[in-house]
């Protein structure tokens, strides 16, 4: 079971986490039908998610053989052969296109815009899988696109509107996470002599400042979406102060990646750093103190 665990990625869901971000923000996560489209919304993504890591999974197999970590992935290893992978590939898909047609019935109205929304990754990631991924900057766009899509799937589903400030924030932020990533590869094929074609046209330095860049704009981005008028309507305007556990979390990653060289994976920072969870918890904690103790 471990081995089917890993070839569908599941630690990877945590990125799908994004579809609650509109419901998060808007206040109305006490809303339990609203909640419950969210958590649909959540599970649909994450097994289109998995199809996607899958058909990458089996695209890249002969390049992940070659890589000190990928090599361990289950079809890399050899522990999932190339038939199972593929049946299950086809039984996700098939759960996924029902589980949205059912979503069209259940809900009260028709959702083809999140319909559409899960189309446009998955076509967005079939072509990332086989040509965009090694592309250097729109490979990294596309990577941030997805987070975005993510947000707005959590939207249509809910009815809630997200403004211009969090779509964007949303897209600096995954921007800084892919950058980190390609970052840590740089490195590590430097170390092991080993570079992938979906390297070429970067180097160190380039990570670095457009790096910089990228968390720069964030901050601001984040600053602006405090700022913004639908957000002061809805929170306190001490919700502007959260900016000071933002910073730490994107100095902390900084420091991660600039010194320690551990971001080649996003996702392990989030679930081993403790310095970057517990600025999370506190970061949540003080929306939810706006949401329900504001005066």
């Known amino acids: 079971m471990k081995k089917y665990l890993k070839l569908l990625r599941v630690e ?8 609650f971000v509109p419901l ?38 002969e390049a992940d053989r070659q890589h000190p970590e990928k090599r ?7 522990a999932v052969s190339k038939p199972q992978a ?3 590939l086809s039984a996700l898909v098939i759960i996924d296109i029902a589980l949205i047609f059912f979503a069209q019935f259940y809900f009260d109205k028709m959702l083809w815009k999140f319909a559409a929304i899960i189309g446009t990754y998955f076509v967005m990631n079939l072509a990332y899988t086989f040509k965009l991924k090694h592309v250097p900057i729109i490979d990294i766009f596309i990577i941030a696109t997805g987070f975005v899509l993510r947000v707005q799937a959590g939207g249509y589903i809910t009815g809630i509107f997200i403004s ?5 924030l949303t897209f600096v932020l995954a921007l800084v996470l892919a950058i980190g990533k390609r970052r840590g590869e740089l490195i590590n094929a430097q170390v092991s002599g080993k570079t992938r074609k979906a390297l070429d046209g970067y180097n160190v330095q380039f990570a670095d400042i457009a790096l910089s860049i990228s968390v720069t704009l964030a901050i601001i981005c984040y600053l602006m979406f405090t700022l913004s008028p639908e957000v002061q309507a809805k929170f306190h305007s001490r919700v502007f102060y959260t900016v000071i556990f933002v910073v730490f979390a994107f100095l902390r990653y900084l420091q991660q990646t600039l010194v320690y060289n551990r971001t080649e994976s996003p996702t392990k920072i989030v679930y081993r750093d403790r310095y970057i969870q517990i600025t999370l918890i506190f970061w949540v904690a003080a929306f939810l103190i706006q949401i329900y103790f504001k005066e």
């Open 24 to 61: 998060f923000f808007s206040g109305n996560i006490r809303n339990i039908d609203l909640l419950s489209k969210s958590i649909f919304a959540f599970i649909i993504f994450s097994l289109a998610a998995s199809v996607v890591y899958i058909l990458n999974d089996y695209n890249d197999i």
């Open 72 to 78: 361990r992935r289950p079809l890399a290893s050899g």
């Open 12 to 19: 990877q869901w945590v990125k799908n986490l994004f579809v």
């Open 86 to 88: 593929l049946s299950i």
């Open 164 to 168: 211009q400030w969090a779509t964007l």
